[in-house]
C-alpha cells in the first residue's frame, strides 16, 4: 500500500521582472539602443537615473513582489509636471 502525502507548500521568492520601457529620444535606433541600456542596467540592479549614456525621458513599469512600479528618469519629470 502506498500513501501519496502533499508536501507543505513553499513560497517561491520571486524577483522583479521588467514588464516594458518606453524611451523617448531623437530617433527611433537611439530610443531601442537606450532602451537596452535600461534593460541591462535593470538586470545588474542599478536604477535608471545611474545608466550612463541615459540622457533621454523613459518609463520603465517593473513587477515586484509588492505589487507593479513604475520608475522614471530624471529627463521624464517636465512630461509628468501638469
Given at each position: ?14 524577483l522583479p ?22 534593460m541591462a ?27 507593479i512600479e ?13
Amino acid at each position: 500500500m502506498h500513501r501519496l502525502v502533499r508536501p507543505t507548500p513553499v513560497a517561491i521568492p520571486t524577483l522583479p521582472r521588467t514588464l516594458g520601457i518606453s524611451v523617448v529620444a531623437e530617433t527611433a535606433s537611439e530610443a531601442s539602443r537606450q532602451a537596452l541600456l535600461l534593460m541591462a542596467a535593470e538586470q545588474q540592479g542599478t536604477t535608471p537615473g545611474q545608466v550612463p549614456g541615459m540622457d533621454s525621458a523613459a518609463r520603465l513599469v517593473v513587477k515586484t513582489p509588492q505589487g507593479i512600479e513604475i520608475l522614471y528618469t530624471a529627463a521624464m519629470e517636465p512630461w509628468l509636471e501638469y
